[in-house]
């Protein structure tokens, strides 16, 4: 797999991942005021997927980014980060994000994605040089 290739389908899941944390707790929200059915919580989670991979794409890039050109292979990087970027975009996209705490409920979503984009991509992190040996089987 290339490293854009791998990049691209970490961001993807992560994204995946973090759409489905959102939308199973809604759906336990939910299930106190109404009967949800599972095709109301896979509708859900399609629309969350695709909100996510767009609203998280300026802070996720720019850490993605860093990452690479500073080739950081820390899962604890990408977990902060990932707590970090969600919470930025909390912030940049919810009305009142950041008024009543709402980003921090981000924030373990984040947590979640990170270590997703880590173990995808994350772990084998910066460009490797021509004829350079990639110690990503390792």
């Known amino acids: 797999m290339t490293r854009l290739s ?4 970490g961001y993807l899941a992560a994204c995946l991942a973090a759409s489905f944390v959102i ?3 809604a759906f336990l929200v939910a299930i106190e005021s109404e009967a949800p059915s599972l095709f109301k919580f896979l509708e859900l989670a399609q629309v ?5 991979i767009a609203y998280a794409a300026v802070p996720a890039l ?3 980014a860093y990452g690479e050109a500073n080739r950081i292979r820390s899962p604890a990087f990408y977990v902060v980060a990932g707590a970090i970027a969600a919470s930025v975009s909390s912030i940049m996209y919810i009305p009142g994000g950041l008024i009543g705490g709402l980003f921090l409920l981000f924030a373990p979503i984040g947590l979640i994605a ?3 984009y880590w ?4 772990r084998s992190a910066g460009w490797e040089k021509p004829g350079h040996q990639s110690d990503e089987g390792k």
Not at 48 to 52: A, F, I, K, S
Request: net charge positive.
């Open 114 to 116: 990170g270590l997703i």
């Open 6 to 9: 791998r990049i691209f389908v």
């Open 48 to 52: 969350v997927t695709w909100m996510m």
């Open 62 to 64: 720019a850490v993605i």
């Open 23 to 25: 939308a199973i707790f």
């Open 119 to 122: 173990r995808i991509a994350g």
